[in-house]
């Protein structure tokens, strides 16, 4: 697993990385936007992609 790939997706409400996902190559380069459960905001919230 290389480490450039790795990328962290964190809540847009409260800021907090919450999950790690690692980015596959084949897909366009674009940010990934997922609605997740933030265990902070205890509730189902924007996780957006941000670099370390
Ligand atoms: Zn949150």
């Given at each position: 697993m290389s480490q450039d790939?790795?990328?962290?997706?964190?809540?847009?409400?409260?800021?907090?990385?919450?999950?790690?996902?690692?980015?596959?190559k084949k897909k366009v380069e674009r940010k990934i936007e997922l609605k997740k459960f933030c265990n902070w905001c205890m509730k189902r919230t924007v996780h957006k992609e941000s670099k370390k």
């Open positions: 790939r790795l990328i962290k997706l964190s809540c847009t409400k409260c800021k907090r990385t919450n999950y790690w996902s690692e980015k596959n």
